[in-house]
């Protein structure tokens, strides 16, 4: 025991080190281990590809004999073919009519294959026919009826031209049209294995010369004869019997082609399962990675390192002299299973639940040493359990656990440098993240209650509006875009056009490449057996080849050397033009003149090999016709036996046509496809974008794209009018009211940005003391109204936040499961329970406010607020007043206060002033309707009454004050924000308060989510109705300066000019977008995923899902210096904003559509 | 019989959607109509087997597939006859065999009290489905010097595999004990001439049947342990909440 536990100790000390290692030196030890990588995978160069080509042998011979060295020698059966290959050439007169011209090459044939089939064998034994040296086939397979008619049944297995014509002679002559019998065999559409053309022809179908354009003047077919045993007679004969003049036909040797066994669909579906098994295990696996900063990083580096594992393993192993036989593809999965994931998720979990204010390294050095025992563990039990299967002694199991063996190893290896420096640099990239957690640790921590004060180490200079609360967004209806034009920016922001366009370009390409109109794989072929080794072009006699590389089809070693002068795409039709090369004068290209008179035919090593340029399914194709399968099976191609006739011909063109054809076809599919593109993507990326984006105005490079929807979409609505800079904006939605330094107000329509009342008046001097003619025309009537009300006030409960639970209105369930905006609503329904005996009161104040309603114009108006058509202003002296904002008449004033009014709020019929002295005051607002009203008021009840009351200029409105909170808070209040029945207010005291106005009642389950940012950066999500915090985030380095919530994420902007958004349930910062200095003070949210920002003279647009930006509009021309300092935004999706002395009234008409 | 078929496999569909929304849903207190579809006892029952049925009949197709000895044309005739290569009662056997394995695992579990604990998630089971086609390969594919060999290989293996991710002594009994009868089924089957075997080593059966059958039977066992692993929890919840 004590020597596991010191064992243990051991382990755990090293694996500390290795940590602290690992993490301090990242990047060399990453390079490092990618060098090992690739130093392990070097010898996998020198293995064949992995593939089901048929295997080549060449064995020299007179006579035949099998490759004795076949590992799996599978020959037992008959299979040996002999092919022979002829080839008609005829050299012409142009005279001729090009039909006929095939006509005596073609008609040979027929002769010859009499020959053969007359061809008696004879040696010691006896005599034997062809019958019983060829390959007797029977039956087509069934389903290829229509080939019945060409190929050959019950009988030797002998192709050649003359079965399109049963191998009749009379048939043949009676055939008016010889090029179109031929043609009508050919398969419709996009042939990828042998045509039947190339199987009787015995040459790939070009290279026949029997089409309508003959430029080569020469005929080339095969006879094709299958046998299944050696025969030398019928050779000798026929050699005897057509000596070929010009032949440098070596013919002594033969190739045998050893064929694999193919996959059918049927094996594929128990690979295709393992490898769904092996996704599905990755996937679950790399689930469960978690607390990272990217997952999918560690997930790829989880799986680069098993699969870089087996590769080293199978490297390895090859460098010690060890070829894999098995199967690589079939082993894969089980070798990723077996070495597995576990150990990477093991470390990144260990890791990540480490403490975290560790430093990296020790982070990683104590959730490696945590960890260390049991992978250690692990690793001995697997490898013994491989062991143990190694001691099978089944070769192939051997092999598997020495792979396995290896992999395990290696992959140990890759986890403690690869995947360890991987985890570090994760994990530092997060701790940089947050790298201010630290340094405000004890500030970022104020005790939601009203606590004594912490104090501050450096307490910041008061800003005007240091803390934002928010709660939510006035506005959250479906506002987005129009469908099209979503369509188009998906289009657009995807590219999704040009990856089109790509890929298309791609498949074109490869289709010509496949098609192959141009010999580029053959030429491409020949380089590849230059270089290597295999293409041995000179030698009389190849030698075998042991290693049993595959070669596929095309692989012509001797013919294409010399012949293929360059590497060019377009078609080179000379270039395997068989049996008329004068020599090497004629490699190069050659364009339309007529070739010389009568070119000689000569047979060079390139028809030897012509059989090489078929498909490499031709041989097979040609045998599953009947139903006989090549699989391990040999094939052996005896030596060609050339036979030449002389005839005439003439030129073909098709080559060239077929080229230029596809050339043009691709040109048009691109053209075609880039205007489709123009048309469909009206984004200009690049140098469009800049013309009209923020990048032309120099300064302000805003955006990272560069590009922004077309400029007339949206354009400002300057609204001009004041004198002075604007301090206060409010707004309701249809009205505005702006207050600039002067002290003047005004309320503009806020639809059409028209100026309906200016206060005071424009006429109207400032120090003019009684020069108000709304006011005296709106006195006279009040007194009489007003003096004779019983004074009811204490029926007025006015203890909004002692109301004990118990007085709570049960409301019906349908409202249950309403947000929060109809408990607001809720709110001001039941207002009238209380009140409907009030509404006809006026209390004592209200009168002798009505009588000395002069406004006050000396004091500066410090916070302004609207609602229904009542202005609210809070000077700096402490006075409140009320002002119609239609007619521009003061209705009211309160003095209770002394000290500035900071903030105001509506609510309902109350409104809450916060002081600068800390007290937050509750006035009530009293509409008394003339007597005829009042009857129709109270009668309907509550459900009538409008969330937000409109005041008719007749009513008398009186403004109370109903309690006053004196010590709120012991600083100045800077927010205050009002919704669902609550107040909360913010103040420099480094609290946040909430008030409940009303008894709202809100669903249990539901949770009212507040968001506060403060000085220090922080941002904190609170449950409203606990007053626990939520979450706790750092994101800003200086102060939070705005904050705005949807209903997924909160955005918070800063005095960093960084825009951060957060995800609201989980606390988690999805991304930020870093302005540049003087952007995004202020912030404002039009729909769920549309968020606007003031910059210098302009708002930005930005999209929320992706944090694009959509566009930035200009204010103004000249007045780059000011900054949008206040943003609204409008119920009918326009945004108001502050602009020196300027509004600027902004639609996004797009979201307007989308309304209507 | 078809009509119940499809009927399970529908139902198989559904199950499945239910299951992966599950994990996702635990955290949220709201309840839905999954979640009680879920913690009703004869539904999620259902909803199991049927599933359990649907893993059973896949696996004995694919691994059939396996076992086919090949004569590979290059065109293969018919993919989907060989897909159907055995006889039409095997898939279903399979899968209802698979099914009651499934669920009699978990049942064990909770008659003997805390349910499995270890390697309790799905890519452990991944994994282990993997290995089991795995064995199942190697028995097809691997050419072994004679069926000792065989039989022996894939009986370590086969441990092995419990060994790797089950690791209960129930497990093993249980997995011993229906491989056993899994076999003398088989035997019985022969006997009777309904099937045979190409090359048949031990008393007209093939000798590596049980290691299979036993390798099965844990794959199984660990997948129905899973998927009564998400009832588990929501009941556990329950009580939590309760």
């Known amino acids: 025991m004590t020597l596991r536990e010191r064992l243990r100790e051991k382990i755990s000390a090293a694996f500390y080190r290795h940590g602290l290692l690992c993490a301090s030196y990242p990047v060399p030890i990453i390079l490092f281990t990618s060098a090992s990588i690739l130093t392990c995978c070097y010898p996998l160069l020198r293995l064949p590809l992995p593939g089901t080509g048929p295997v080549e042998f060449t064995t020299g011979g007179r006579d035949y004999s099998v490759p004795s060295h076949e590992p799996q020698g599978d020959l037992g059966e008959r299979p040996d073919w002999q092919v022979l290959v002829k080839a008609a050439v005829s050299p012409w007169d142009s005279s001729l009519v090009p039909v006929d011209v095939f006509r005596s090459p073609l008609s040979r044939a027929f002769s010859l294959l009499e020959e053969i089939r007359n061809h008696v064998h004879s040696d010691g034994s006896g005599v034997r026919s062809l019958e019983s040296l060829c390959l007797q086939v029977t039956d087509l397979f069934p389903g290829l009826r229509r080939m019945q008619s060409v190929l050959p049944e019950h009988g030797c297995l002998l192709v050649s031209p003359g079965n399109y014509w049963q191998n009749q002679q009379e048939l043949f002559d009676s055939d008016p049209d010889l090029l179109k019998t031929i043609q009508k065999h050919e398969p419709k559409g996009l042939s990828t294995s042998a045509t039947l053309r190339d199987l009787l022809f015995g040459v790939p179908g070009k290279y026949t010369g029997v089409s309508h354009y003959n430029r080569k003047r020469v005929v080339t077919y095969t006879i094709t004869i299958v046998l299944s045993t050696y025969d030398a007679s019928l050779r000798s004969r026929l050699k005897q019997l057509h000596p070929s003049a010009n032949c440098s036909l070596r013919d002594d040797h033969m190739v045998h082609v050893h064929f694999k066994e193919e996959i059918g669909i049927a094996e594929l579906i128990p690979l295709v399962t393992t490898y769904i098994i092996l996704f599905a295990y990755i996937y679950f696996s790399t689930r469960k990675i978690d607390m990272v900063k990217s997952k999918w990083g560690l997930a790829l580096a989880a799986v680069v390192t098993v699969l870089s594992s087996l590769l080293m393993s199978v490297g390895l192993c090859t460098l010690f002299g060890l070829t894999p036989t098995l199967n690589g593809g079939e082993i894969f999965p089980y070798l990723v299973v077996v070495i597995g994931l576990e150990n990477v998720l093991v470390l990144t979990k260990s890791v990540v639940s480490t403490p975290v204010d560790l430093e990296v390294k020790l982070r990683i050095a104590q959730g490696l040493s945590n960890e260390s025992w049991s992978i250690m563990k692990n690793m001995a039990t697997e490898l013994c359990i491989i062991l143990i299967g190694y001691f099978t002694l089944v070769p192939a199991i051997q092999e598997f656990c020495l792979f396995a063996v290896v992999g395990l190893v290696s992959d140990f290896f890759l986890q403690m440098f690869f995947f360890t420096t991987v985890l570090s640099i994760d994990i530092r990239r997060m701790e940089l993240a947050d790298l201010n957690r630290r340094l405000p640790a004890e500030a970022g921590l104020p005790p939601p209650k009203p606590g004594p004060l912490r104090p501050r180490e450096a307490p910041p200079p008061p800003r005007p509006s240091p803390h934002t609360i928010t709660l939510q967004t006035p506005a959250f209806r479906n506002l987005r875009l129009p469908k099209r034009l979503r369509v188009v920016y998906f289009l657009a922001r995807t590219r999704l056009a040009q990856r089109i366009i790509m890929v298309g370009t791609v498949i074109w390409i490869g289709i010509l490449v496949y098609t192959d109109p141009a010999g580029i794989r053959t030429y491409l072929a020949a380089q590849v057996s230059e270089q290597s080794p295999l293409g041995d072009p000179g030698g009389g006699a190849l030698p075998p080849h042991l290693g049993g590389a595959p070669v596929f089809r095309g692989v012509d070693p001797t013919s294409t050397l010399s012949i293929h002068p360059a590497p060019d795409p377009t078609p080179l039709p000379d270039n395997h033009s068989q049996g008329h090369h004068d020599g090497a004068g004629r490699a190069g290209p050659l364009p339309q003149p007529p070739p010389p008179a009568v070119p000689q035919i000569t047979w060079g090593p390139e028809d030897q090999e012509g059989w090489r340029r078929l498909s490499f399914r031709h041989w097979p194709s040609l045998f599953s016709y009947y139903n006989i399968t090549l699989a391990k099976r040999y094939i052996s191609i005896l030596p060609v036996i050339p036979v030449t006739v002389s005839a005439d011909l003439q030129t073909d063109l098709t080559l060239y046509k077929v080229a230029a054809l596809g050339l043009a076809a691709g040109v048009l599919l691109v053209l075609l496809l880039f205007c489709l593109y123009r048309v469909l993507c009206p984004r200009n990326y690049g140098q469009n974008g800049v013309s009209h984006g923020r990048r032309r105005r120099g300064e302000l490079p805003c955006d990272d794209y560069g590009y922004s929807p077309p400029v007339s979409e949206i354009s400002p609505l300057l609204l001009r009018g004041h004198s002075m800079d604007i301090e206060c904006l409010a707004s309701d939605g249809m009205l505005l009211a702006s207050c600039c330094l002067a002290g003047q107000i005004r309320v503009w329509d806020a639809q059409t940005g028209d100026c309906l009342t200016v206060i005071p008046r424009q006429g109207d001097g400032l120090s003019e003391e009684d020069g108000f003619p709304l006011r005296r025309r709106s006195a006279p009537s009040r007194p009489t109204l007003f003096t004779d009300q019983p004074d009811l006030t204490p029926l007025i409960d006015t203890n909004f936040a002692s109301q004990p639970p118990s007085h709570l209105c049960t409301p019906p369930p349908s409202h249950l499961c309403t947000p929060p905006r109809d408990g607001f609503d809720f709110g001001g329904l039941r207002r009238p329970s209380g009140g409907d005996a009030s509404a006809s009161l006026t209390p004592e104040r209200g009168s002798a406010a009505g009588t000395q309603a002069t406004a006050d114009w000396e004091s500066s108006v410090w916070a302004l607020e609207l609602r229904g058509n009542l202005i609210a202003a809070g000077r700096s002296s402490g006075k409140l007043e009320l002002w119609d904002a239609v007619e521009g008449s003061l209705r009211c004033v309160n003095e209770d206060g002394g000290s500035g009014i900071t903030a105001l709020a509506f609510l309902n019929n109350r409104i809450v002033a916060a002081r600068l002295n800390g007290s937050l005051d509750f006035f009530t607002v009293e509409i008394n309707k003339p007597l005829g009203l009042l009857q129709y008021r109270g009668a309907p009840g509550r459900g009538t009454m409008p969330p937000s009351p409109c005041y008719s200029s007749e009513d008398v409105i009186s403004c109370q004050l109903t309690r006053s909170v004196q010590c709120a808070h012991q600083k100045p209040i800077t927010v205050l924000r009002a919704a669902a029945g609550r107040v909360v207010t913010g103040s420099q005291d480094h609290t946040v308060r909430i008030y409940r106005l009303e008894d709202s009642v809100v669903h249990p389950k539901k949770t009212m989510v507040l968001a506060s940012g403060g000085q220090d950066g922080a941002i904190c999500l609170w449950d409203v109705l606990t007053g626990s915090r939520v979450s706790h985030v750092y994101g800003h380095r200086g102060d939070v300066t705005s904050l705005v919530c949807t209903t997924s994420c909160v955005i918070s902007s800063g005095l960093d000019d960084l825009i951060c958004i957060w995800d609201r349930s989980t606390g988690i910062k999805l991304y930020s977008i870093q302005q540049e200095a003087g952007c995004g003070a202020s912030l404002g949210v039009i729909s769920e995923s549309l968020l606007v920002t003031g910059g210098q003279g302009c708002v930005s647009f930005w999209d929320l899902n992706f944090g694009d930006l959509l566009q930035t509009v200009y204010l103004g021309q000249s007045s780059d210096g000011q900054g949008v300092r206040q943003l609204l935004v409008l119920d009918n999706a326009a945004i108001i904003c502050d602009f020196g002395s300027e509004l600027s009234l902004v639609y996004v008409p797009s979201v307007l559509e989308k309304l209507d | ?242």
């Open chain 2, 1 to 242: 019989m078809s009509l119940t078929l499809t009927a399970m496999s529908n139902s198989a569909g559904t199950g499945g959607q239910q299951e992966w929304s599950g994990p996702g849903q635990t955290p949220g207190p709201s309840r839905g109509p999954y979640i009680s579809v879920i913690t009703n006892r004869t539904t999620n029952l259902l909803i199991r087997g049927a599933m359990l049925f649907s893993v059973g009949v896949f696996l004995s197709l694919v691994l059939n597939l396996l076992q086919v000895q090949r004569n590979v044309t290059l065109f293969p005739p018919d993919v989907i006859s060989s897909i159907f290569s055995s006889a039409w009662w095997v898939p279903p056997c399979c899968g209802t065999a698979s099914a009651g394995i499934g669920l009699l695992y978990p049942f064990i579990d909770r008659r003997l009290g805390e349910p499995h604990k270890f390697k309790r998630e799905w890519s452990s089971v991944m994994r282990c489905v993997a290995v089991f086609v795995g064995i199942n390969h190697a028995s097809a594919k691997v050419d072994f010097a004679n069926n000792v060999q065989l039989s022996l290989t894939l009986a370590a293996l086969s441990i092995g595999l419990w060994w790797t991710f089950d690791r209960s002594r129930s497990g093993f009994g249980l997995g011993v004990s229906i491989a056993l009868l899994a076999t003398l089924a088989t035997q019985v089957l022969v006997y009777n001439g309904v099937f045979q075997y190409t090359s048949p080593d031990f008393l007209y059966i093939r000798s590596w049947l049980p290691c299979i059958f036993f390798a099965g039977v844990i794959t199984m066992g660990n997948i129905g342990r899973q998927l009564a692993l998400y009832e588990y929890k929501f009941i556990q919840e329950k009580t939590h909440q309760d």
